[in-house]
């Protein structure tokens, strides 16, 4: 009977590990979904507001290009910048799918709450470069 006892804690353990892991997974693709949805933001925010702004901008061009240049280069980085953390969601996607996704995944738990945390700020700081811009120009008398 020590023989099916021992056999039966083996297997115990390995059972708690693999669930251990499993959860550890689901946290990981929970809070890369998190990253797209807040990366999903920032995208919205931009293509609202970038057609606007360049509009705005291009009004005052002639008197001020290093300004026009400015907001222009400013919402086409923001837009790359979101569309490659984009990309990086969905590649975190397969990788978190397969089997051996994350060598460890209690780090991978940590790293991606940091990650969530820092796309968690790039919406409303966006929004508030977005709606100074508006500010500015609205000032000046710019429509």
């Known amino acids: ?3 099916v006892s021992w056999l039966l804690a083996i297997i115990g353990i390995g059972s ?12 990981v693709a929970r809070l890369n ?22 509009r705005l901008a291009s ?5 001020h290009p290093e300004i026009h240049l400015s907001i222009v280069k400013f919402l086409d980085e923001q837009q790359s910048m979101a569309l490659t953390m984009l990309k990086q969601t969905e590649d975190n996607k397969v990788k978190i799918a397969t089997a051996k996704g ?13 990650w969530r945390v820092t796309a968690s700020r790039i919406p409303p700081w966006v929004q508030g470069v977005v709606d100074r ?11």
């Open 1 to 3: 009977m020590d023989f």
């Open 16 to 27: 708690d590990r693999a669930m251990h892991r499993n959860d550890k997974r689901a946290e």
């Open 33 to 54: 979904a998190e990253v797209a949805g807040e990366v999903g933001r920032t995208l919205d925010i931009l293509s609202l507001a970038t057609p606007r702004l360049k």
């Open 59 to 63: 009004q005052i061009a002639a008197e």
């Open 102 to 114: 994350f060598p460890d995944w209690d780090r991978a738990v940590r790293d991606f709450q940091e």
């Open 133 to 143: 811009y508006d500010a500015v120009f609205l000032e000046n008398g710019i429509r």
